[in-house]
Every structure is written in structure tokens, then in C-alpha cells.
């Protein structure tokens, strides 16, 4: 009967009676045209298999060499050899050689659009990383930046924590241009915080209070002929609590003394040249005390005033020393660590108290011109 089945012993064959001879089953011997394991096998998927697992081993019967490598091999370079993975026959993630011979691992949200989330060029092992990449669990808007003439060298934003907006973009755009010169944009970039950027206008310091979508305030900024503030008039350098040892310079500073942007009173009236006159005889020789701790009597001799001195001869005349600016009581703020928030300043509640000698000087000329 045609389709007769039977399987011969002494052959190890399955065979078939086709109706005028019999004939193994599937083309020979381990050689099925189709195979189904626990599944049925069709046109497209000539090898199924439903089980939990399935093992490939090093062979160890014949002897085999210890190696175990699963081949997937492709007819050309824009055919595809890959290992696709499904949730209810609905594509998800896939690597291989897809479309070409590069490496790419790239995964789908719905089955049909796909995104590589990095490509390992086979010509020269060169990563491109995708769309976005997150360490921990803040993601940044936009990882990667490239170029029509050239593929970003660095990445753009980096994260430590966020507060709405970004929190901290540790890199900027780098990339190589037209003419095959290396452009940099900016490092450490920010939105919001502070931080340092780096650009090829210059360098700028910046700080802000942690506020979303806030751009940070320059406070310094480092060009190519000079260092400046961020804005004009806005920023002093150093502090009562933070100062200066030295300033070695090749010239005298310079004070803005520009007629039309001051509101002249008038000259010294009598009560403020008695409080020049005052401050004269309060001329000192004095050493420092830090200095006087650190070498005793061969601390260094300097001459001047106390801030104190000349509050106090400005007092004797009726007048207010703060009203002038020959003197200055600054409030000295202190590093603190609150545990929460981190490393922040604040009022010691105590002063320190200081003189423009600039101004002084020109105070006292104005007395001793009479």
C-alpha cells in the first residue's frame, strides 16, 4: 500500500513504500527535509522546537574537539544572520549581521519599528552607541551627536541626579569636520547647578541655584586676552572669610573715575577734614598676628591704620564711617556639611573689618591741602 511505513533494524532507516519501491524516509539517513521537535516543522521554519531548554554541547562521543560554535551563515552582505527574540511571535530585540556586515543589537517596542542600540563596524571594531544611554537610572535627552561631515567624538550629557532639568552635562559635542579638524563645543556643559564649561571662545565658570530649565549665570570667564567676570561690575575676588595673600602685577590696578558715572557732592566740608586730620595721628607701625605665630619677633614691620581707628575718628566728628567708602565691615561666612544638601556657607556671625587705602589716601591729601 502506497505510504506504508516500516522501520528496517538492521539499516537504522525509517522507509516508505511509494506504491514501487521503498525509500527512506526524509532523503537518507538523519537527513529529514523538515524536523519538529515537541512542534510542527513547515516551509519557513524547517527546525521547531517547544521545550523549556535546549542544550548544545561539545561533542564528546566521537571524540569530538571541545569546541562548541553555532553557525548562522548568510548567502551576501545585505541578507541578514541573526538570533531575533519574541514575546507572543512579536520581534523585540535581535543581534547579528543585519543587512550588511556589521554588528548590531537593536530591539523594537512594537515588533515593526526598530532601533539600534549600538553597531560594531566589522571594518575597523569602531562602537557606535544609539540613541540614549543611561548609567544607574537618569537618562539623558540625547546621548549621541554627530555631524553630516563627521561622527561625534564625545558624548553630550552625562547625569548624577536631576531636578527637572538636566543636573549636570559632563560632555558637549565633539566632532570632526569638513576640512578633517577636530571641533570640541564645549565640555561639562549645564542647564542648571554649576559646574565649569569649557569652549573654544573661552573657559566659564558658572553657577546658579539648582532651578529646571534655569541656565547657569557666568561668574567667570577665561578668553583668550584676559580674564573677567561674568558680568560687569557683579563679582568680587575673594571674600572677608576667603582672601588674597598677594596680587603681583605689572602695573597699578585701575578704578573706573569717570566723571559721568558719578554724582558729585561736592569737597570735604569741615567735620571730614577733623576726621582726616584724626586718622593721621592713628598711623601705626603693626605685625600680624599669624605672622608674629609663625616666625615671633622676626615677623615683618608694616605701617597703617586699624579699620577701628578710622571708625572711630569719623565717630568723634559725628559722622558715620559706613556712610564712606574708606571703610569696610564685611560679615565672614563658614563651610558648613549639613548632611542632606552637601557642602554649603553661612553666617559666622563674625566680621571682619577693613580699609580702601586708595581712597584713604585721596581723604587725607584733601586735609593736609590746607
Known amino acids: 500500500v502506497e505510504g506504508l511505513r516500516a522501520y528496517v533494524v538492521d539499516e537504522g532507516a525509517l522507509v516508505a513504500y511509494s506504491g514501487a519501491a521503498w525509500d527512506s524516509v526524509g532523503g537518507g539517513v538523519g537527513s529529514p527535509a523538515m524536523l519538529g521537535v515537541n512542534a510542527s516543522a513547515d516551509a519557513t521554519n524547517r527546525l ?12 564528546d562521543v566521537t571524540p ?24 507572543e511571535f512579536s520581534g523585540h530585540a535581535e543581534f547579528g549581521l543585519t543587512g550588511d ?6 530591539v523594537s517596542g512594537d515588533g515593526a519599528s526598530w532601533n539600534d542600540a549600538f553597531v560594531i563596524a566589522a571594518a575597523s571594531g569602531d562602537v557606535e552607541i544609539g540613541q540614549n544611554l543611561s548609567i544607574a537610572r537618569d537618562t539623558p535627552a540625547d546621548f549621541w551627536s554627530g555631524a553630516a561631515s563627521g561622527k561625534a567624538l564625545w558624548m553630550p550629557y552625562g547625569y548624577f541626579g536631576t531636578n527637572g532639568s538636566y543636573a549636570l552635562g559632563l560632555w558637549w559635542n565633539g566632532y570632526r569636520n569638513s576640512s578633517g579638524s577636530w571641533t570640541s563645543q564645549a565640555i561639562a556643559g549645564l542647564s542648571s547647578g554649576a559646574g565649569i564649561e569649557l569652549q573654544n571662545a573661552g573657559i566659564y565658570f558658572r553657577w546658579e541655584s539648582s532651578v ?25 575676588c575673594g571674600a572677608a572669610s576667603l582672601r588674597w595673600s598677594q596680587v603681583y602685577a605689572a602695573s597699578g590696578s585701575i578704578s573706573t573715575s569717570d566723571a559721568r558715572e558719578k554724582t558729585v557732592d561736592g569737597p570735604l566740608d569741615e567735620a571730614e577734614k577733623r576726621a582726616a586730620r584724626r586718622i593721621l595721628s592713628t598711623v601705626v607701625k603693626f605685625r600680624w598676628n599669624d605672622a608674629v605665630e609663625r616666625k615671633g619677633d622676626a615677623a615683618r614691620i608694616h605701617v597703617g591704620v586699624t579699620a577701628q581707628s578710622v571708625a572711630e575718628a569719623f565717630a568723634a566728628e559725628g559722622l558715620d564711617a559706613s556712610r564712606y567708602g574708606v571703610w569696610c565691615e564685611d560679615e565672614i561666612m563658614e563651610t558648613v556639611d549639613d548632611g542632606e544638601t552637601g557642602v554649603t556657607e553661612r553666617a559666622s556671625g563674625q566680621t571682619c573689618q577693613g580699609v580702601r587705602y586708595d581712597q584713604l589716601f585721596v581723604f587725607l591729601i584733601a586735609a593736609l591741602a590746607e
Open 64 to 87: 569530538g574537539s571541545g569546541d562548541m560554535r553555532h553557525i548562522v551563515n548568510k548567502a551576501a552582505s545585505a541578507n541578514t544572520a541573526s538570533v531575533l527574540f519574541q514575546t
Open 101 to 106: 556586515d556589521d554588528f548590531h543589537l537593536k
Open 212 to 236: 529646571a530649565g534655569v541656565t547657569p549665570a557666568i561668574i567667570m570667564q577665561a578668553k583668550s586676552a584676559y580674564v573677567s567676570p561674568g558680568s560687569d561690575n557683579a563679582q568680587s
Open 48 to 59: 521547531a522546537v517547544k521545550a523549556d531548554a535546549a542544550l548544545f554541547s561539545h561533542d
